[in-house]
C-alpha cells in the first residue's frame, strides 16, 4: 500500500498529474479537515462527500471510493506539502481558492468550527499560495448563520 501510495503522489507531482490524481490530493485535504477535531462527525463527512460529487460531477460510489482513498492517504502522510505542492504546480490560483470554499464548508458542517480545523485550512491555504482575502472570504460564505 504505501509503495501504491508513493507512486500515486509521484504522479500527481508530475508534469502529467491526471485530473484523478490531483483529486484524490485536493480529497486527502479536505479529509484532513474533516478529522482536526479529533474525530468525523457524520454532517462533515457528508460535507465532504457532497463537494467532492459536486466538484467534479462523480456518481456516489466513486464519490466513496475517492474518500476511502483519500482517507488511506491522509493517514499515510506525514504533511501536507505532498498534497499542496500538486495542486499549486497544476491548479489555477481560482481552483485553489474553490478548494478553501470547500473546506470552509466541510469544518462549518456541523454548526461550529474547531481551532484546529481552521488551523488546517490557514496553513493549506498558505500553502497552496491562496490570498488571505480569498480565504476570509470562503470562510464567510460558508458560515452557517450566513445569510
Known amino acids: 500500500m504505501k ?15 491526471s485530473a484523478d490524481d490531483l483529486h484524490l490530493a485536493a480529497a486527502a485535504l479536505l479529509y484532513e479537515v474533516a478529522r482536526a477535531d479529533g474525530q468525523i462527525d457524520p454532517r462533515a463527512r457528508d460535507a465532504l462527500l457532497a463537494s467532492l460529487a459536486q466538484r467534479w460531477s462523480l456518481p456516489r460510489d466513486q464519490v466513496v471510493e475517492k474518500f476511502n482513498a483519500a482517507e488511506e492517504a491522509a493517514e499515510q502522510a506525514t504533511d501536507y506539502f505532498q498534497f499542496t505542492r500538486p495542486l499549486r504546480q497544476h491548479w489555477s490560483a481560482a481552483q485553489r481558492a474553490e478548494l478553501i470554499h470547500d473546506m470552509w464548508s466541510v469544518a462549518h458542517a456541523d454548526g461550529k468550527t474547531h481551532p484546529q480545523e481552521e488551523y488546517v485550512i490557514r496553513k493549506v491555504a498558505d500553502l497552496l499560495y491562496v490570498a488571505h482575502s480569498d480565504f476570509i472570504r470562503a470562510r464567510h460564505a460558508t458560515r452557517p448563520d450566513h445569510s
Open 3 to 17: 509503495r501504491l501510495f508513493g507512486q500515486l503522489m509521484g504522479r500527481a507531482a508530475a508534469p502529467e498529474a
